[in-house]
């Protein structure tokens, strides 16, 4: 599966941006979803999954509250909806795939896709 990311940008603290990810070359709904970012000389951390259907989602901790995952079938595309941004959410978000829940939550997913990059200014 081919995973193209794209929505990020510069922002205030405080305010939103969404990301999407296109997926391609597999069947959507195959899949298992997530979002992980890097942030300047810290290693990739989970931020979010979710599972094929799209009933079951679980957030990293610091997002909870503030992040919203989601997943349109009928449009292959996975989103993120990032509210009071924080100047600490800036990093590179990376859309990811997996047949398998637990190796999106346990961060090790098979497929990965090129990263968007979200500043949050203070």
């Known amino acids: 599966v081919q995973l193209q990311a794209s929505g990020g940008g510069l922002v205030q603290a405080g305010g939103s941006l969404r990301l999407s990810c296109a997926a391609s070359g597999r069947t959507f709904s195959d899949y298992n979803m997530g979002w992980f970012r890097q942030a300047p000389g810290k290693e990739r951390e989970f931020v979010a999954g979710i599972n094929r259907a799209g009933s079951n989602s679980a957030y990293a901790d610091s997002e909870k509250g503030r992040f919203t995952i989601s997943r349109d079938s009928s449009k292959n595309t996975l989103y993120l909806q990032m509210n009071s941004l924080k100047p600490e959410d800036t990093a590179v978000y990376y859309c990811?795939?997996?047949?398998?829940?637990?190796?999106?939550?346990?961060?090790?997913?098979?497929?990965w896709g090129q990263g968007t990059q979200v500043t949050v200014s203070s």
């Open positions: 990811v795939a997996d047949q398998s829940y637990t190796e999106i939550i346990f961060s090790r997913p098979n497929y």
